[in-house]
């Protein structure tokens, strides 16, 4: 018998209230997949670091002179908002899906039915540990790069925008791609065939206006352009699409993949599965 008052109800215990959110609970949660993303730290911040020095000086010895251009800008100058983007979004994709996968082979996923957590409260915290290791994975290779063009933001407001609204974009679709995900192969296959197309045909290493005509209206339909062009216009103040419409594109995808995502968890899809 419990010595709570508040947990009885007629003599029998009853349910415990948390309020609008279980902020306890949720905190827990936000630690323990923050603490996994730190205890791999090599390959959650210093990998994406090293890949992105490894584009830029690729592209740099090849590329880089004063009569190539992209975009209207120098290549590089084009080159290294991209490739912060490709570094924040493949960081946002692994975040939430390795951790449920992970989970899920372990035969411990299942035990998230039992948390005192709302499917909100999971997927929020979720989302809120993927955001977090975006913008240290921004940061992280924005410093590692910034030796090559000397590159700083110039609008800094626009720039924390379209980072963690591509994160959260892209941490979203890790939900929902993790809970289908039953094993390691079929998460691999999602981020081989479906991600990672989406990234690099986003105008990470091209301007669309440099495709064919019939192809851009393709590439136009790709909401992972408006993430990259977005972020290319924080850092540039030059981009192909007007800001503002990219952020509203963004903030579509966003509200459709969080419904997605919540009425998977709320369902209980593949929990135990």
């Known amino acids: 018998m419990t010595d709570r008052p508040e947990l009885l109800l ?9 309020g609008l959110l279980n902020w306890l609970g949720f905190a827990t949660f936000y630690r323990r997949e923050m603490a996994r993303g730190f205890k791999i730290w090599k390959i959650t911040l210093a990998a994406p670091a090293i890949r992105a020095v490894l584009f830029a000086s690729v592209f740099g010895l090849a590329i880089d002179r004063p009569d190539v251009t992209m975009g209207g800008m120098p290549f590089m100058t084009f080159l290294i908002p991209g490739l912060i983007a490709v570094a924040v979004l493949e960081r946002a994709f692994e975040s939430a899906a390795f951790s449920i996968v992970y989970d899920k082979t372990e035969g411990i996923f299942g035990d998230l039915a039992m948390l005192p957590l709302t499917p909100g409260e999971i997927v929020f915290g979720f989302v809120s540990a993927t955001l977090t290791g975006s913008l240290m994975v921004a940061t992280v290779v924005g410093a590692a790069l910034f030796p090559f063009v000397g590159l700083f933001p110039f609008d800094l407001f626009a720039l924390f925008f379209f980072v963690g609204i591509g994160s959260l ?4 679709f890790s939900q929902i791609a993790g809970l289908w995900a039953k094993k390691w192969d079929y998460i691999n296959s999602v981020q081989t065939f479906i991600f990672l197309p989406f990234v690099y045909f986003s105008g990470v290493f091209f301007s669309l206006g440099s495709l064919p005509a019939f192809v851009q209206p393709f590439a136009r339909a790709n909401p992972v352009f408006y993430v990259v062009d977005g972020i290319r216009f924080a850092m540039t103040g030059q981009s192909e699409t007007d800001p503002l419409f990219s952020a509203l594109v963004c903030v579509g995808v966003v509200a459709v993949f969080w419904a997605i995502s919540f009425r ?3 369902v209980g899809y593949r929990l135990k599965s």
């Open 264 to 266: 998977l968890f709320s």
């Open 10 to 18: 007629g003599g029998t215990p009853a349910a415990r209230r948390f």
């Open 169 to 172: 974009m892209i941490g979203f």
